[in-house]
């Protein structure tokens, strides 16, 4: 639970998170490069902890786009981005119930969280809001956040068990891949650098400059990354 003192300081984080969002979701370019970008240039403005942060918020929408835009609808507060923000910390355990509670009765007029949090169990676990007449593709499409084009070829080309077990597939996390900046480094020497630093990481079987870690790992905080000899990239955008 934020103390006084931290209300402003998660008021800021979430702000600038907000802001992130508004400029990297009508984005043409592939949302890690672009945030990976920015990082970059505010290196020494940005802890590892907000980072991280950030990312984590803004992967999470990204994962979660339709199915938070529903609830921000149900909780009357649609497309804001602070709203949105702060739904994403919350499902990606960012912030807990008390926090998420606190900030939303100190950033806003009203206590729109006291909607929410009866059904917060439900919401955790992918539970959508109370909508009025949808179709089960309808529902398939939000809590996974895939479109209704896709949804409606898929049902209709495999069925709809089939489409939710591969929907669940491509919901889950993806490996954490990076590629190197062939302008300071090699990949072989990143790599092995990597590797010396207690990192297991291999080689991409699809890209020639990336690398994929084994498990996640907190890479902003990394000096090779401050030191921009790679970016976080997945390897289809490489």
Same mark, same amino acid.
């Given at each position: ?18 802001? $992130?969002?508004?400029?990297? @979701? ?10 990976? #970008? ?18 984590? $918020? ?5 994962? #979660? ?10 909780? @009357? ?94 919901? @889950? ?7 190197? #900046? ?38 902003? #905080?990394?000096? @090779? ?14």
């Amino acid at each position: 639970m934020p103390t006084e003192s931290e209300i402003p300081i998660l008021k800021n984080q979430l702000a600038i998170a907000a802001g $992130i969002w508004k400029e990297i @979701e009508p984005s043409p370019h592939p949302a890690d490069r672009w945030l990976g #970008n920015y990082f970059h240039r505010y290196r020494r403005k940005m802890g590892s902890r907000d980072r991280r942060f950030f990312s984590e $918020i803004i992967y999470g929408l990204f994962r #979660n786009k339709m199915f938070l835009k529903a609830w921000s609808a149900h909780l @009357e507060i649609p497309e804001d981005p602070f709203a949105l923000v702060v739904l994403s910390a919350l499902l990606e355990e960012l912030i807990d119930p008390d926090t998420f509670r606190d900030t939303v009765r100190a950033l806003w007029r009203w206590d729109w969280s006291a909607k929410l949090l009866p059904r917060f169990e439900d919401f955790k676990q992918g539970a959508l809001p109370e909508i009025a007449d949808l179709s089960s593709e309808e529902i398939l499409g939000l809590r996974y956040s895939f479109p209704m084009w896709l949804v409606e070829r898929w049902t209709a080309a495999y069925g709809e068990e089939k489409t939710k077990a591969l929907f669940e597939i491509f919901h @889950e996390r993806p490996p954490l891949v990076v590629r190197t #900046n062939p302008l300071k480094t090699t990949r072989e020497e990143l790599m092995a650098r990597l590797k010396r630093g207690g990192f297991p990481v291999s080689v991409s079987p699809i890209s020639s400059m990336g690398l994929v870690f084994k498990e996640r790992a907190a890479v902003f #905080n990394l000096e @090779e990354f401050t030191e921009g000899l790679f970016e976080v990239q997945d390897a289809g955008s490489q």
